[in-house]
């Protein structure tokens, strides 16, 4: 398997989500970037997380003084849980700037609206 490369892999994103809303118009395309680029660390540092729960588990074993002992969940699953619901507000505010006819190609126009539950 090949070493993740989380700065390429950002690159990657950003490029992606670039052409996805490039047809905002201008006003929302500069607001929209800041965006993007946040949704594109989040998706790479997601990416990392999953490769550390996939690693070392759900949980973490703990010891706190003599009889003080158990599970509990893994700090790596605790900011996924968070970063995944702040990933998944930046694209829903992305997908919110755009136009229902954004000039998307049917197939990704269908995508993103039913992420914005578009009817």
Known sequence: MAEFNKNKYIKQET??????????P?????????????AAF?????KELEAAINEK?????????????GTKKAPEVEIYNTMVKNYTAAIKA???????DSGLD???????????KRK
């Open 94 to 100: 992305l997908v919110d700037m755009a136009p229902e």
């Open 26 to 38: 201008k006003d929302r395309l500069k607001i929209a970037t800041g965006l993007i680029e946040r």
């Open 42 to 46: 989040m998706a790479a540092s997601l």
């Open 15 to 24: 490029t992606k989500y670039k052409k996805i809303f490039a047809n905002l």
């Open 57 to 69: 588990g759900y949980t973490d074993e703990y010891h706190n003084g003599e009889n003080q002992r």
């Open 106 to 116: 049917p197939e990704a126009a269908a995508i993103l609206n039913h992420i914005a």
